[in-house]
């Protein structure tokens, strides 16, 4: 063999040998996520990263929801949990009592992206003692939808306050073909509840639902189905999609829900729908704030490259990307400036609401509240088989020392 062929076989053996360690040295983050949507953008996401940084391969997995927790929480016991993944706030403290997140804040603060989120996203998404594990990526506020034909036809201006509220509905109802307010009796109406009674002082916690205060801002929305009759009799029985549906049909001129129906809504009414905050009870508003975000978990090996990962799905122009398959709003300013997934009032109107959104507190007396005590409670003061007092010492008996 010559000299000349020797040397080019030992280039190519350096050349295949660097690139075995180039190939060794490159790092796989796992990274579980949950999208319905047929359309879905994470392998343009994953591509366009991977491109940015070649010694990083993500391994993206479309978990079905339904089981999306019983699979992340079996992976963590079983020491297979991935890299990263899509969490939300009724987890942390499972899982921060497993040990398996990692603690993000330190990351947060020297990120540059840092001064692009939101202002209140990282206050609402903190943990216990305020330590950040969460990094937010998507998000939705519950708001004030509005008819804006039936306003303009009674010559009224959309609520600011709780008492222009119950005014309004008073004058919009029309009975039995009109209510002035579509109100969500049923399962998962506790956080419309929550912008008339949580806003006035009410709190889940000892003592909190029973003050006069709290018994009496909730014997004023139980007054408004009762006394005032601005409320659809269905109202006791009724869920999102009675809502929603009377809403559309011109059966109610205003209820609450988040930016997830505007789309809907906008292709039955078109400018006939508008949206605002929700009003003010006593000076203070109270709003629902919905929420999904990222987490690094603690047995991850790769944690540098599953947070380089986390960070890039937050950047403004990705995370617009991320938010088209699900409907919800994007954590940035810019983002949410660009955002046009949405017409431009439901944005503002949620934008808008973001400073005063809160979370309920995370603990197991709240999942009964939410899940089935609230419902129940809600649908006897409505119907009068309890007064609204007795509504209140009902549920305040989930909230003790």
């Given at each position: 063999?010559?000299?000349?062929?020797?040397?080019?076989?030992?280039?190519?053996?350096?050349?295949?040998?660097?690139?075995g360690f180039a190939q060794a040295q490159a790092e796989t983050v796992?990274?579980?996520?949950?999208?319905?949507?047929?359309?879905?953008?994470?392998?343009?996401?994953?591509?366009?990263?991977?491109?940015?940084?070649?010694?990083?391969?993500?391994?993206?997995?479309?978990?079905?929801?339904?089981?999306?927790?019983?699979?992340?929480?079996?992976?963590?016991?079983?020491?297979?949990?991935?890299?990263?993944?899509?969490?939300?706030?009724?987890?942390?403290p499972r899982l921060v009592e497993m040990g398996a997140l990692e603690?993000?804040?330190?990351?947060?603060?020297?990120?540059?992206?840092?001064?692009?989120?939101?202002?209140?996203?990282?206050?609402?998404?903190?943990?216990?003692?305020?330590?950040?594990?969460?990094?937010?990526?998507?998000?939705?506020?519950?708001?004030?939808?509005?008819?804006?034909?039936?306003?303009?036809?009674?010559?009224?201006?959309?609520?600011?306050?709780?008492?222009?509220?119950?005014?309004?509905?008073?004058?919009?109802?029309?009975?039995?073909?009109?209510?002035?307010?579509?109100?969500?009796?049923?399962?998962?109406?506790?956080?419309?509840?929550?912008?008339?009674?949580?806003?006035?002082?009410?709190?889940?916690?000892?003592?909190?639902?029973?003050?006069?205060?709290?018994?009496?801002?909730?014997?004023?929305?139980?007054?408004?189905?009762?006394?005032?009759?601005?409320?659809?009799?269905?109202?006791?029985?009724?869920?999102?999609?009675?809502?929603?549906?009377?809403?559309?049909?011109?059966?109610?001129?205003?209820?609450?829900?988040?930016?997830?129906?505007?789309?809907?809504?906008?292709?039955?009414?078109?400018?006939?729908?508008?949206?605002?905050?929700?009003?003010?009870?006593?000076?203070?508003?109270?709003?629902?704030?919905?929420?999904?975000?990222?987490?690094?978990?603690?047995?991850?090996?790769?944690?540098?490259?599953?947070?380089?990962?986390?960070?890039?799905?937050?950047?403004?122009?990705?995370?617009?990307?991320?938010?088209?398959?699900?409907?919800?709003?994007?954590?940035?300013?810019?983002?949410?400036?660009?955002?046009?997934?949405?017409?431009?009032?439901?944005?503002?109107?949620?934008?808008?609401?973001?400073?005063?959104?809160?979370?309920?507190?995370?603990?197991?007396?709240?999942?009964?509240?939410?899940?089935?005590?609230?419902?129940?409670?809600?649908?006897?003061?409505?119907?009068?088989?309890?007064?609204?007092?007795?509504?209140?010492?009902?549920?305040?008996?989930?909230?003790?020392?």
């Open positions: 063999m010559s000299k000349i062929t020797l040397k080019c076989a030992a280039a190519a053996a350096a050349i295949v040998a660097g690139l796992r990274f579980w996520y949950h999208f319905d949507n047929p359309e879905n953008p994470m392998s343009g996401l994953v591509q366009k990263f991977e491109k940015q940084n070649p010694d990083i391969t993500i391994e993206a997995d479309n978990v079905p929801w339904n089981s999306y927790y019983d699979n992340l929480y079996t992976a963590i016991i079983g020491g297979n949990a991935p890299d990263a993944a899509m969490v939300k706030l009724f987890a942390q603690p993000i804040g330190d990351r947060i603060d020297a990120w540059d992206g840092k001064k692009e989120l939101l202002d209140n996203l990282l206050k609402l998404n903190a943990g216990p003692d305020d330590t950040q594990y969460y990094l937010p990526i998507q998000y939705v506020v519950l708001y004030l939808y509005y008819r804006a034909d039936l306003f303009k036809e009674a010559g009224l201006e959309p609520p600011k306050t709780c008492e222009e509220f119950r005014e309004d509905a008073k004058k919009l109802t029309k009975a039995p073909d009109r209510y002035g307010f579509g109100f969500r009796g049923g399962k998962g109406g506790w956080d419309q509840w929550g912008s008339f009674v949580l806003s006035r002082g009410a709190k889940l916690e000892p003592g909190g639902l029973t003050t006069p205060e709290a018994i009496k801002a909730n014997q004023w929305l139980v007054d408004m189905f009762q006394t005032d009759k601005s409320i659809p009799p269905s109202a006791p029985n009724d869920g999102f999609q009675e809502i929603i549906g009377a809403f559309k049909s011109g059966k109610t001129a205003m209820t609450i829900h988040h930016i997830g129906s505007s789309n809907d809504l906008v292709a039955a009414l078109g400018d006939k729908v508008s949206a605002v905050p929700v009003p003010k009870c006593d000076g203070n508003a109270w709003t629902s704030y919905g929420d999904e975000s990222l987490a690094l978990f603690s047995a991850s090996e790769n944690k540098d490259a599953a947070w380089k990962w986390m960070t890039f799905l937050a950047e403004p122009e990705n995370n617009i990307e991320f938010v088209k398959a699900t409907g919800q709003m994007p954590v940035t300013k810019t983002g949410s400036e660009q955002y046009d997934g949405h017409p431009k009032r439901f944005v503002e109107a949620t934008v808008n609401s973001l400073p005063f959104a809160h979370v309920l507190p995370q603990t197991s007396a709240t999942a009964d509240f939410v899940n089935t005590e609230w419902q129940t409670a809600m649908q006897q003061a409505l119907t009068g088989q309890i007064t609204a007092e007795a509504m209140m010492e009902k549920l305040q008996g989930l909230f003790t020392e």
